[in-house]
């Protein structure tokens, strides 16, 4: 392509496509794949094959499916209260073993078990419509997926709240009422420029970016940042603390 004389190249760069999207929607679709994966606080301690079909909780996301050929399997541990579980990305026709009878994974917290026949990363086996909101569902796919069978003590993610706004200044209703005040809070980061959740597709990749505050012990607000590549819903995540306060609360 001819550049004319004098002209400045970046002039000629594409435009990077920038999508935002309402925290409430981003936050009910969190509500629905919570509403789907009811975990049975009854069970036997340690691991076990989980009570819950974990396709229920991909069913909550319609941009997002399953490819060809694959299907998600999970166990779910058991203890005194608190639970946590591990879901894998497998082979339809692959035979789902009992925990005892599939090689655990050393060095990770509970040492979950892993059949032979399942991938290493189960987004590997999700596909999607291509849409920017499809993005955003995996990366909230993801999250909630990582979180199945968590109980008590083994929650975490769902301390946290989308964010749409500075919490701060918000009024402080539902999960946000234990915001401490302002003048409590140290910032790590720049306030955001852009609250709401988006997804931008520039150069040949795709960002899903999105804040969260979590009540939990310390208090935070933090700046997720999800990196794709077109046409794979598998990403690399980068997690900032934007900003703390000493309050906050514990399981």
Not at 4 to 32: C, H
């Amino acid at each position: 392509m001819a550049i004319a004389v004098g002209s400045d190249p970046m002039d000629n760069l594409p435009m990077p496509n920038i999508k935002t999207f309402a925290a409430a929607d981003v936050q009910r679709l969190r509500e629905l794949a919570a509403e789907a994966a009811r975990i049975g606080e009854a069970g036997p301690d340690g691991w076990s094959k989980s009570d819950c079909d974990p396709m229920v909780i991909l069913a909550a996301f319609p941009s997002l499916r399953m490819k060809p050929g694959y299907v998600l399997r999970a166990y779910q541990f058991r203890s005194g209260g608190n639970g946590n579980g591990v879901v894998w990305a497998m082979h339809e026709n692959s035979v789902f073993p009992q925990p005892d009878d599939c090689p655990k994974i050393a060095g990770v917290f509970l040492e979950p078990p892993k059949p032979s026949d399942a991938l290493d990363d189960l987004m590997d086996a999700i596909d999607g419509d291509g849409s920017p909101w499809s993005y955003l569902s995996a990366s909230m796919f993801r999250r909630e997926i990582s979180e199945f069978g968590a109980m008590w003590h083994g929650c975490d993610w769902g301390s946290h709240t989308i964010l749409g706004g500075n919490p701060l200044r918000a009024k402080r209703t539902g999960t946000l009422e234990s915001v401490s005040p302002a003048g409590n809070w140290t910032w790590k980061e720049p306030h955001p420029k852009e609250w709401k959740p988006q997804v931008v597709e520039a150069d040949g990749a795709i960002k899903v970016t999105f804040h969260t505050y979590t009540g939990l012990c310390p208090e935070r607000i933090l700046r997720h940042t999800d990196s794709f590549t077109p046409g794979s819903y598998r990403f690399a995540n980068e997690g900032v603390e934007v900003a703390s306060a000493p309050g906050g609360y514990v399981y």
